[in-house]
């Protein structure tokens, strides 16, 4: 039964983190590459492709989502403003700054998150989870004094990110509703966010701009990276919920941070980042910080899981998605 356990509790991180590093680089990709600068409209579509595909997926019996109810909508708005704020905060940064700089300054969520969940919560911070957590703190902190391609607004919009994105983590957690199941909560948490998009779409004229990019309108590539992203949006919303729901906001958290690792990898490659000695160093330190993190919340893991065997033999169920 412990093994199931955190079977499972692996099994939903390594879904999240597969789904978070694509769905970082396909918005790198769109955004910057293709000179995409409509950052509404690309977050319109994510919400809206998993909305409607939730909605026919629950309409053909393939999954089961509750519908939408005023009493539970009521309790959701509030998780569900934090969650516009992280997502329109999140594609300036994407934009502006490297893949490796933006996935190394998410370590500050981590950060707050873990003290946050200690602070609110009382949940304990071990000797080796702070130490992690100061790795990642202190090669954060060298990453961003070894910037090469310093930008104001991006540093600006990835601090508001970290910060909206670790009040989502902590009120997402203990968020009481009758929502049990994953794909009921990414059905509510996306259908919620269009009401919040949509103004600020029509307050940003992204449309009418959008309509002067007509050489967009003809690029099957384009338009087959942006389906991939819609997939990617969707997987995303309910591995999100699943890794929460399994395991707690400071995990999640973490396995966002240890992203960082494929993240730096594949943004060297793919975009041709630039990089010295110094900054190699502060990304070493960051990731070394994100191993001993995740070390270290194996052992507790595994130490708490002993403690509960007497309780998981009277038939505890497994959770499952």
């Not at 009493?71 to 502006?96: E, G, R, Y």
């Not at 919560?121 to 090669?139: E, K, N, P, Q």
């Not at 384009?222 to 707690?248: A, H, M, P």
């Amino acid at each position: 039964m412990k093994r199931s356990v955190y079977g499972v509790s692996f099994l939903a991180c390594l879904a999240y983190s597969l789904c978070s590093i694509s769905m970082t680089l396909s918005n790198k990709l769109i955004l910057s590459n293709y000179k995409f600068h409509f950052p509404i409209l690309l977050l319109l579509w994510q919400n809206s492709f998993t909305f409607l595909a939730l909605y026919l997926f629950s309409s053909f019996g393939l999954v089961r989502v509750e519908p939408l109810r005023w009493s539970t909508v009521k309790i959701w708005l509030p998780l569900n403003f934090l969650f516009v704020l992280t997502l329109v905060t999140s594609l300036p940064s994407i934009q502006l700054l490297s893949v490796a700089m933006v996935t190394i300054l998410k370590n500050f969520q981590t950060v707050a998150v873990t003290l946050g969940d200690n602070f609110f919560f009382g949940h304990h911070i071990s000797r080796w989870t702070a130490v992690s957590i100061l790795l990642m703190f202190g090669g954060s902190v060298v990453a961003g004094l070894n910037d090469l391609q310093f930008n104001l607004i991006g540093y600006l919009s990835m601090l508001l990110n970290c910060t909206f994105g670790a009040s989502y983590a902590l009120y997402m957690s203990r968020l009481n509703t009758q929502l049990k199941s994953s794909m009921s909560k990414a059905y509510y948490n996306n259908a919620l966010a269009l009401p919040f998009l949509i103004p600020l779409l029509l307050i940003f004229r992204e449309v009418p701009l959008f309509g002067h990019k007509t050489e967009l309108f003809w690029d099957l590539k384009f338009f087959l990276l942006l389906f991939y992203n819609g997939i990617c949006g969707l997987l995303i919303s309910g591995s999100t919920f699943w890794v929460v729901r399994v395991t707690s906001p400071t995990t999640y958290s973490i396995v966002g941070a240890l992203n960082k690792i494929p993240l730096t990898i594949l943004g060297f490659m793919f975009f041709d980042a630039p990089v010295n000695i110094l900054g190699s160093i502060s990304i070493a330190i960051g990731l070394g910080g994100g191993v001993v993190y995740a070390l270290a919340k194996r052992r507790e893991f595994l130490k708490a899981d002993d403690n509960m065997l007497p309780e998981i033999s009277k038939g505890i169920k497994v959770p499952t998605v």
